[in-house]
């Protein structure tokens, strides 16, 4: 830095902040500071800043070169960046660099399907000081990839988030940010890249204008980014406490609806197989129409049941699913047996006691048989996955 007709103190000020800064950095991602002196020039006196030297191109003259980055290598870079900002926030005090972007960034030591070694760089406009009420602070940054704060002098761990979510906008879009379609000052990106809908969510929230609704610290935003949570499927053993909704039971895609048109196909599906054995075609038709009707029946009755099970018990824990399955089971058998004994099950009985068995008779013992050996089960499983579903999608 030259003292000439065009020096600013404020640019003495935040080199000898950047030559304090590297000297207490020890990273092998930033580059090392190895001496500071003063030296006279044929332009006059001037302050001189060595550090070690990177033989790696940056970002930006990856991009003017046309290159194009997939989501593998995006991943891989803020992995990298991620690892190199907690590093920096995790100071004391903190170390923000406020203004990470293409130019600031460099890539070395390429090999195989990896982005190679990454570097950050350029760290005149450190701050590691927080704004202090009523205290002048002078802008620094560059558009595009500064946040709102920063253009009020204040930077806080997640300004350098916001950078570092703009510098992967101009990778994947190929365009400036500052050029992007914006909405309430929020970058909309989203319709002009091909990645994956968590990535698209994480530069949504890492690039979001408001301070409470961005990544507060770099170490959170790395862990979303590679173990993003999953508030829509939680794990049966962590479930609601509360009673269940009964709206949520009762209407659209309720356990009555479901279970009911589970119960019809499955007595149709049985009550036609049956039918077919004994006369194909026309008794095919007859015994889904026979087996759809009790099917009806012991499906909505089974629907009764399990909601009034599921409202009533607020403490579905994993064991919940295995309950229903067995609700299920027993009320169908409850209900096979009451369509039997409506069917005739008392006469076959005294037939039985007193030694007579008809044919007849055994026909009905077939057909009930086969309805226990059937029904149940599968009113079982029906319960069972009724239980599942409504524990990812409603609790």
Known sequence: MTFSDEFQWEDLRLFEREIQTLRSLDHPAIPQYLDSFEIETN???????VQNYIPAKSLAEYLEEGRQF??????????ALLDILVYLHDRHPPVIHRDIKPSNILLGDRSGNSIGQVYLVDFGSVQTL???????????????YMPPEQFGGSAVPASDIYSLGCTVLNLITGSHPADLPQRD?????????????????????????????????????????????????????????????????????NFFWRSTVLGIVTGGIYGGIFGTGIFPIFGTIFGVAFGAVPGFFLGFFNGILLTIFTYFRADKGKDYPYWMGG?????????????????????????????RF????????????????????????ISYTIARWHQKHIE
């Open 43 to 49: 332009q006059g006196k001037s302050i001189a800043l």
């Open 70 to 79: 997939v989501e593998a290598e995006v991943r891989e870079l803020l992995n």
């Open 130 to 144: 927080a704004t202090r009420a009523g205290q002048t602070m002078t802008v620094v940054g560059t558009y595009g």
């Open 185 to 253: 000052l929020q970058i909309q990106f989203a319709q002009e890249v091909d990645l994956s809908p968590h990535l698209i969510q994480w530069l949504q929230k890492a690039t979001h204008p408001s301070l409470d609704k961005r990544f507060s610290q770099a170490a959170i935003a790395k862990q979303e980014l590679n173990h993003p949570l999953e508030p829509h499927h939680p794990s049966p053993s962590i479930v609601s406490r509360k009673p269940a909704n009964s709206s949520q039971l009762f209407w659209m895609f």
């Open 327 to 355: 609700l299920g089971f027993f009320g169908s058998l409850v209900g096979v047996l009451a369509f039997a004994l409506a069917y005739g099950l008392d006469e076959v009985l005294i037939d039985t006691l007193y030694g």
């Open 358 to 381: 008809p044919g007849k008779s055994i026909v009905y013992v077939i057909f009930l048989g086969a309805a226990i050996l059937t029904t149940p089960p599968s009113m079982g499983l």
